[in-house]
């Protein structure tokens, strides 16, 4: 691919790789921009196989699986174990072969969803995208999230950013960027993003409380990048998601200024190993959160 941001890990002499390894605010920045070179790339073989007639399985969970997830995270896992070797990855497609049945990440580690939104996907819905997060003492510190079928690319480090017609393998060239900043709350209402596929009775019952103007469906982790682009509100979840499905859109928020915060006002927290990696509910701000 063409660029590709060099990763400067600072390393502490004679400590494990897991508690020594710390990524600075630029470090951050960098880290982003290599998880969107990668993103692109995982799209082209995404793409590729949401443009054929292609056939879908089922996983031991009951939810959809094809090519493309396994695809795309097979070059997101060798990419990244050849750029960032030594930070443990948790990917899907592996933890769902795996069972889970691997050691605890470690302080910092990798979030993939190579397909996020599959439903959207195998229904030939857009609304999919490709996630790719670090994680840093269970706060996402870096994250990309890439709509191949919407050419949008997003990444959050320190600062959040946005690639508009970016084609599956094209490189993210930084001066092509635009930042991006979530929004303060209107006057007129705020505008909620809600699942398309995993909207619940808890949710519609929260959304009630405040005072709502509209409500959108998005599939995948899009929700959070619309609500980052400054272009809503809200996003609450009470439907089952994993930390691979959050991670990136929760770093990209929180890069553009908002929150991922639990029902209880809590951080939505990672390397939740006992829990198999399962988020419990949460509500995603674009500013201060108002419940």
Same mark, same amino acid.
């Given at each position: 691919?063409?660029?590709?941001p060099?990763?400067?890990?600072?390393?502490?002499?004679?400590?494990?790789?897991?508690?020594?390894?710390?990524?600075?605010?630029?470090?951050?920045?960098?880290?982003?921009l290599?998880?969107?070179?990668?993103?692109?790339e995982?799209?082209?073989?995404?793409?590729? =196989?949401?443009? $054929?007639?292609?056939? /879908?399985?089922?996983?031991? @969970?009951?939810?959809?699986?094809?090519?493309?997830? #396994? +695809?795309?995270e097979?070059?997101?896992?060798?990419?990244?174990?050849?750029?960032?070797?030594?930070?443990?990855?948790?990917?899907?497609e592996?933890?769902?072969?795996?069972?889970l049945?691997?050691?605890?990440?470690?302080?910092?580690?990798?979030?993939?969803?190579?397909?996020?939104?599959?439903?959207?996907?195998?229904?030939?819905?857009?609304?999919?995208?490709?996630?790719?997060?670090?994680?840093?003492?269970?706060?996402?510190?870096?994250?990309?999230?890439?709509?191949?079928?919407?050419?949008?690319?997003?990444?959050?480090?320190?600062?959040?950013?946005?690639?508009?017609?970016?084609?599956?393998?094209?490189?993210?060239?930084?001066?092509?960027?635009?930042?991006i900043?979530s929004?303060?709350?209107p006057g007129?209402?705020?505008?909620? =993003?809600?699942? $398309?596929?995993?909207? /619940?009775?808890h949710?519609? @019952?929260?959304?009630?409380?405040l005072s709502?103007? #509209? +409500?959108?469906?998005?599939?995948?982790?899009?929700?959070?990048?619309?609500?980052?682009?400054?272009?809503a509100?809200?996003?609450?979840?009470?439907?089952?998601?994993?930390?691979?499905?959050?991670?990136?859109?929760?770093?990209?928020?929180?890069?553009?200024?908002?929150c991922?915060?639990?029902?209880?006002g809590?951080?939505?927290?990672?390397?939740?190993?006992?829990?198999?990696?399962?988020?419990?509910?949460?509500i995603?701000?674009?500013?201060?959160?108002?419940?």
């Open positions: 691919m063409g660029y590709r060099r990763i400067a890990f600072t390393m502490t002499r004679g400590t494990p790789l897991m508690s020594s390894v710390s990524a600075s605010p630029a470090e951050r920045d960098r880290i982003a290599l998880f969107a070179d990668i993103a692109s995982a799209g082209v073989a995404v793409m590729d =196989v949401f443009n $054929s007639d292609f056939e /879908t399985r089922e996983k031991a @969970d009951s939810s959809p699986v094809s090519d493309a997830d #396994e +695809r795309a097979e070059i997101i896992l060798e990419r990244l174990s050849r750029e960032m070797p030594g930070v443990p990855v948790i990917a899907e592996q933890a769902a072969a795996d069972g049945a691997h050691r605890r990440p470690g302080d910092m580690f990798i979030l993939v969803d190579p397909v996020d939104g599959t439903r959207e996907f195998v229904n030939k819905r857009r609304d999919f995208t490709v996630n790719i997060g670090l994680v840093a003492d269970a706060v996402p510190i870096a994250g990309c999230v890439y709509a191949p079928a919407h050419q949008d690319m997003f990444i959050g480090g320190m600062a959040a950013r946005v690639w508009t017609n970016l084609a599956p393998g094209e490189p993210a060239a930084p001066a092509a960027a635009a930042p900043r929004r303060a709350y007129s209402g705020l505008t909620a =993003v809600v699942s $398309s596929s995993h909207l /619940t009775k949710t519609v @019952d929260f959304l009630d409380k709502i103007a #509209e +409500r959108v469906s998005f599939g995948s982790s899009l929700k959070f990048c619309r609500i980052a682009a400054g272009s509100d809200v996003y609450p979840r009470w439907g089952p998601t994993m930390e691979w499905d959050t991670a990136a859109g929760h770093a990209i928020l929180s890069a553009a200024g908002g991922v915060m639990t029902p209880e809590e951080p939505l927290g990672y390397g939740k190993l006992k829990d198999g990696f399962r988020n419990g509910p949460f995603a701000w674009g500013d201060k959160p108002l419940a």
